[in-house]
């Protein structure tokens, strides 16, 4: 990790896909005073998070929904569980047992990670149990430069 002596801006507008969420228009300016090239870094797209009832990982593969188990394992280097995947839809979601949830949408990667730590089913916001999804891109964020990308978070 390198700190980027940042600013974050982000306009929210209703709608998104099929009008179920938000669009998120993010810009990250880097003022960083360190001039150093870091190279190309994997990137969140963004990062999100759910609680204990959203365990299930949802996203598509080959034109057909796909369901990944979910986990989290402490003796893996990178520990969540199913790590990397392809979302070739550009979409990702982290449900309940019910199919109701949270996805996120980057028209511009197909690669996500994603993974689910503690008890599956229980917890709220307070609690341990945690859902993660992010779109992901290898992406080179030099000193003093400006990122834009767009997303959208779906219910």
């Given at each position: 990790?390198?700190?980027?002596?940042?600013e974050?801006?982000?306009?929210?507008?209703?709608?998104?896909p099929?009008?179920?969420?938000?669009?998120?228009?993010?810009?990250?300016?880097?003022?960083?005073?360190?001039?150093t090239?870091?190279?190309?870094?994997?990137?969140?797209?963004?990062?999100?998070?759910?609680?204990?009832?959203?365990y299930r990982?949802?996203?598509?593969?080959?034109?057909?929904?796909?369901?990944?188990?979910?986990?989290?394992?402490?003796s893996?280097?990178?520990?969540?569980?199913?790590?990397?995947?392809?979302?070739?839809?550009n979409?990702?979601?982290?449900?309940?047992?019910?199919?109701?949830?949270?996805?996120?949408?980057?028209?511009?990667?197909?690669?996500?990670?994603?993974?689910?730590?503690?008890?599956?089913g229980?917890?709220?916001?307070?609690?341990?149990?945690?859902?993660?999804?992010?779109?992901?891109?290898?992406?080179?964020?030099?000193?003093?430069?400006?990122?834009?990308?767009?997303?959208?978070?779906?219910?």
């Amino acid at each position: 990790n390198v700190p980027c002596e940042c600013e974050f801006e982000q306009k929210i507008t209703l709608g998104g896909p099929a009008d179920t969420g938000v669009r998120v228009d993010a810009t990250l300016h880097n003022h960083r005073s360190d001039t150093t090239d870091y190279g190309a870094r994997s990137q969140e797209l963004p990062a999100v998070y759910s609680n204990g009832p959203y365990y299930r990982l949802l996203t598509t593969e080959g034109g057909e929904l796909k369901e990944y188990n979910a986990g989290w394992d402490s003796s893996n280097s990178f520990p969540w569980v199913p790590g990397a995947f392809t979302a070739d839809e550009n979409w990702a979601a982290l449900v309940d047992e019910s199919g109701w949830g949270m996805g996120v949408v980057n028209l511009d990667t197909t690669d996500f990670i994603g993974g689910f730590s503690g008890e599956k089913g229980s917890g709220g916001p307070y609690d341990a149990p945690t859902g993660y999804v992010a779109p992901v891109m290898n992406l080179a964020l030099p000193a003093n430069t400006t990122y834009e990308y767009t997303f959208f978070l779906v219910l």
